[in-house]
């Protein structure tokens, strides 16, 4: 067996060090991962918070750019579509191109867009109503409300709904009626 | 001879046939993303934006999803819009300016260039009001038959009935012109969703636009958007395949049939989508 030589502990001690420094940076960078804040995003309504965040950590060694969260890009498919067209009662075959989906005739149109989700129907027959008594900002919001329970559509998203008017049909600005009012859920 | 006759309508009637069914419209479109130089630059902003907006983009998005359907006359961005071409622009089917708008002052909106009619391709703070940078209405007279303005305050008469009045005489044979009574927010992607549903769902040209404007003007971060339609009573459920045929008049030769379409409020949430 060869002797140890003052060569061999000086590479032997460096090594040492090395493996030390490299499980102590490694458990580092680690608890430093598990300090990051929980992922806080405002629910509908609430405020989106201030933040202020000072720098005083020294990156010298890390990328330039990291990813911190991820959105998913959700695929709303053909079937998905199709039940929400259900839920809402629609008939009728449903087209697509390469923006939308879509069901247009001459009783309702509704578009749902493939990039964002945002979708819309259009009822001829409501479209159709005269103007009558308009209900008072608690009662659209009921209305909305009942209707969405009552096609399955209703969740907790719809917490924050506000209630504007539709005017037109005067000459001048002055003389223009509300046409209907309408909801509109500020998520 | 008889024949060749017979076969000259055989082949030109089912021809002629197609045609009608081609919708052969056609676009102007004016747009203005860039606000800054060098030089100098436009002081209208919010807050700390950048005075740039993504007017060009917008129009190069409406026209790439409506160039099937809507043959383009002109398309001219940045410092190729200049208030003298907004004013003298050729009759289109579709015109679309997008870029700054501004109350000018009580009686008059205008639709604010960055570049000079006859000068510099550019302006600062202190040439807000020259006059050849702002196409303003008591100067418009629009005959296209749509007049969409994806901008801040065209249709914005703050109760004043000289404006009104002012806003009301850019129809000089428009069906209806489609816009904002208030400050909006541009984003160039409305452009695409409000072809989709003009050109590819056969929407009316009023509800493509609250179909599209509804879902993207929730963004500011303060105040609500007011979209608004004004037009001929006889055009109001025009689309791109069926209208109204008789002659339009102007707002002067006929004001009692001009009306407001409609006018609608959209919240803001200040949440980008």
Same mark, same amino acid.
């Given at each position: 067996m060869k002797k140890l030589t003052k060569k061999h502990l000086a590479v032997m001690s460096t090594a040492f060090i090395l493996v030390c420094s490299t499980i102590v940076g490694v458990s580092y960078h680690n608890s430093s991962i598990d300090k990051l804040p929980e992922l806080n995003i405002p629910m509908p309504g609430s405020e989106i918070p201030n933040i202020d965040i000072t720098n005083t950590?020294?990156?010298?060694?890390?990328?330039?750019?990291?990813?911190?969260?991820?959105?998913?890009?959700i695929n709303n498919t053909i079937?998905?579509?199709?039940?929400?067209?259900?839920?809402?009662?629609?008939? &009728?075959?449903?087209?697509?191109d390469d923006a939308s989906y879509f069901l247009n005739d001459n009783t309702v149109k509704f578009g749902f867009q493939k990039a964002t989700g945002n979708w819309h129907v259009y009822l001829q027959?409501?479209?159709?109503?005269?103007?009558?008594?308009?209900?008072?900002?608690?009662?659209?919001?009921?209305?909305?409300?009942?209707?969405?329970?009552?096609?399955?559509?209703?969740?907790?998203?719809?917490?924050?709904?506000?209630?504007?008017?539709?005017? &037109?049909?005067?000459? $001048?600005?002055? $003389?223009c009626t509300v046409q209907h009012p309408y909801t509109h859920n500020t998520i | 001879m008889k024949k060749n006759l017979i076969m000259f309508f055989v082949t030109i009637v089912p021809l002629f046939a197609f045609s009608l069914n081609t919708y052969a419209m056609s676009a102007g479109y004016l747009g203005i993303d860039d606000y800054t130089s060098v030089y100098g630059s436009c002081s209208y902003t919010s807050g700390a934006d950048s005075p740039d907006r993504a007017g060009a983009s917008?129009?190069?998005? /409406?026209?790439?999803?409506?160039?099937?359907?809507?043959?383009?006359?002109?398309?001219?961005?940045?410092?190729?819009?200049v208030e003298y071409n907004i004013r003298n622009a050729s009759k289109v089917d579709l015109f679309v300016y997008s870029g700054h708008g501004i109350a000018l002052n009580s009686t008059d909106n205008a639709l604010h260039c960055f570049a000079r009619s006859f000068g510099n391709t550019w302006h600062n703070s202190s040439m807000?009001?020259?006059?050849?940078?702002?196409?303003?209405?008591?100067?418009?007279?629009?005959?296209?038959?749509?007049? /969409?303005?994806?901008?801040?305050? !065209?249709l914005e008469n703050g109760t004043n009935s000289q404006k009104?009045?002012?806003? !009301?005489?850019?129809?000089?044979?428009?069906?209806?012109? /489609?816009?904002?009574?208030?400050?909006?927010? /541009?984003?160039?992607?409305?452009?695409?969703?409000f072809g989709q549903y003009l050109v590819n769902y056969d929407y009316t040209y009023q509800n493509a636009f609250w179909t599209a404007t509804q879902y993207y003007q929730v963004q500011r971060t303060s105040g609500d958007t007011i979209a608004r339609v004004m037009g001929y009573q006889n055009t109001m459920n025009d689309t791109m395949s069926s209208f109204y045929t008789g002659t339009i008049p102007t707002y002067s030769s006929s004001p009692s049939s001009f009306v407001y379409y409609w006018t609608r409020t959209i919240p803001h949430t200040g949440v980008n989508l």
């Open positions: 950590a020294s990156y010298n060694d890390l990328n330039n750019e990291a990813m911190v969260y991820k959105f998913k890009k079937s998905d579509v199709e039940n929400l067209t259900n839920k809402l009662g629609l008939k &009728g075959n449903i087209k697509s027959d409501a479209l159709n109503q005269k103007p009558g008594v308009v209900p008072s900002e608690e009662e659209c919001k009921k209305i909305a409300i009942d209707y969405l329970k009552e096609k399955g559509l209703y969740n907790e998203r719809f917490s924050n709904i506000t209630v504007a008017s539709s005017t &037109g049909g005067g000459n $001048t600005e002055a $003389t | 917008y129009v190069t998005n /409406l026209k790439n999803r409506i160039s099937n359907y809507y043959t383009t006359t002109y398309f001219n961005t940045d410092s190729s819009v807000e009001a020259y006059s050849d940078v702002n196409a303003i209405t008591t100067d418009c007279s629009f005959n296209h038959n749509y007049v /969409l303005t994806y901008a801040c305050h !065209w009104e009045a002012n806003i !009301w005489n850019t129809f000089g044979g428009t069906r209806m012109t /489609l816009g904002y009574a208030s400050t909006m927010y /541009l984003d160039s992607r409305e452009g695409d969703v």
